[in-house]
Every structure is written in structure tokens, then in C-alpha cells.
């Protein structure tokens, strides 16, 4: 199985900042990989897939990079309902998993 | 509007077994995959299996193949899971998700709200 490896697993930032969150897979996953965001109490969202596109209806300031095994969030100008958990996914190879999660909180 | 309407939640006693449902509207049922996630309290997510409501065939993680059985009705659109043999590390919210194919990889683009599962005595 293709482990996901999250970092950091919370943050602290403040409204207007800018974060990154990072996802290491064990093995190359060829840029298939997602980003989901969940707020406590809720089911995940998509955000991103294939490493880059954005899902529909998620706004401009989230972006993903990465190739590889490296992989990373971006989310510009933090707003107050950005803060919530973060999580990774595989996408490439079954099973599909998702990385432990980074929580953003306000700082 | 794609919609996974989940059943309501669960408090069941150790060793018994428990059937939660996910039942979907707003699209063709029968083409696109249903998986099934686990998350523990406070943990990350788990993949528990899918399956094609088109055909009913079904592939399972394999720590959870003799825990979970998934079937689905097409009649209804409503996909089901069957969770055996309960203990307290069946404690979780379970979803229930729609398989997204970019044309590169699987994806998950809508989930029903989650159904908390209890097991305690």
C-alpha cells in the first residue's frame, strides 16, 4: 500500500496569511493525488485533483503543486472559514488512501 | 444536485452486527462507484471498499474483508454496508462516497453526511 505522510499535523495561522501544507507518498504517484478539506463535524470536500486542477466551486486562493513523491497545499489570504482539517489522498493505486491530516487553526 | 442521504446513527452492543445505508439522487446511480470510508474519533480516513451498483461486484481493503459487506439496490439507489461482529475499534463515523475518475485517477466529489456508529455495552 502507498503510505501518505502529512506535515505538519496542526498549524496556527492568522486570518490574511498565506500556508502550505505538504504530503509525501512512499512511492511515485505521478502527480494523481487529491486534497480534501473537513470542517469538525462534516464530511470531507474535495478541493484539488490530479495534484493541480481545482475541484468546481473552490475558490482561487487554494492551489496544489508538486510531482513525485512531494506534493503540497497552498491556500493564499486565509479566511475565517479556511480553518479546518486538511487531508491528502491517493488517487493512483487501490487501495486509496489519505495522508493523517493537518488541522489549521486560528492563531 | 447530487445528494448521499446516510441513515441515522447507531448504538449497537459488542459481537452484533449493523446495516447503514447511503441513499443517492441527483444522478445516475448505476454509473459511477460507491466506496465506503471509516474514521475513528479525532483520526484520519480509511478506505473500507466500493462497489459497482451497476453489476454489484465489489472489491474490499483487505483488513476489512471479513468486517464489511456492501450491497446496493438499484430499485432504491441506495447503497448499503453491513458491519459484523462488532467491537469498540468500530467506533466511528462512516461515510459514504462517490467515485470520481478525472481519467487519471479516482477521486471522491461527493460524500453523505456520515453515520456515527457506537459499540459499547
Known amino acids: 500500500d502507498i503510505q501518505m505522510t502529512q506535515s505538519p499535523a496542526s498549524l496556527s495561522a492568522s486570518l490574511g496569511e498565506t500556508v502550505t501544507i505538504e504530503c509525501l507518498a512512499s512511492e511515485d504517484i505521478y502527480d494523481i493525488l487529491a486534497w480534501y478539506q473537513q470542517k469538525p463535524g462534516k464530511s470531507p470536500q474535495l478541493l484539488i485533483y490530479d495534484a493541480s486542477s481545482l475541484h468546481t466551486g473552490v475558490p482561487s486562493r487554494f492551489s496544489g503543486s508538486g510531482s513525485g513523491t512531494q506534493y503540497s497545499l497552498k491556500i493564499n489570504s486565509l479566511q475565517p472559514e479556511d480553518f479546518a482539517s486538511y487531508y491528502c489522498q491517493n488517487g493512483l493505486s487501490a487501495p486509496l488512501t489519505f495522508g493523517s491530516g493537518t488541522k489549521l487553526e486560528i492563531k | 444536485e447530487v445528494q448521499l442521504q446516510q441513515s441515522g446513527p447507531e448504538l449497537q452492543r459488542p459481537g452484533a452486527s449493523v446495516k447503514l445505508s447511503c441513499k443517492a439522487s441527483g444522478y445516475t446511480f448505476t454509473e459511477y462507484y460507491m466506496y465506503w470510508v471509516k474514521q475513528r474519533p479525532k483520526q484520519s480516513l480509511e478506505l473500507i471498499g466500493r462497489?459497482?451498483?451497476?453489476?454489484?461486484?465489489?472489491d474490499y481493503v483487505e483488513k476489512f474483508k471479513n468486517k464489511a459487506t456492501l450491497t446496493a439496490d438499484t430499485s432504491s439507489n441506495t447503497a448499503y454496508m453491513q458491519l459484523s461482529s462488532l467491537t469498540s475499534e468500530d467506533t466511528a463515523t462512516y461515510f459514504c462516497?462517490?467515485?470520481?475518475?478525472?481519467?487519471?485517477?479516482?477521486?471522491?466529489?461527493?460524500w453523505g453526511q456520515g453515520v456515527m456508529v457506537t459499540v459499547s455495552s
Open positions: 462497489i459497482d451498483p451497476e453489476d454489484g461486484s465489489t
Open positions: 462516497a462517490r467515485a470520481y475518475n478525472s481519467g487519471y485517477g479516482w477521486y471522491f466529489d461527493y
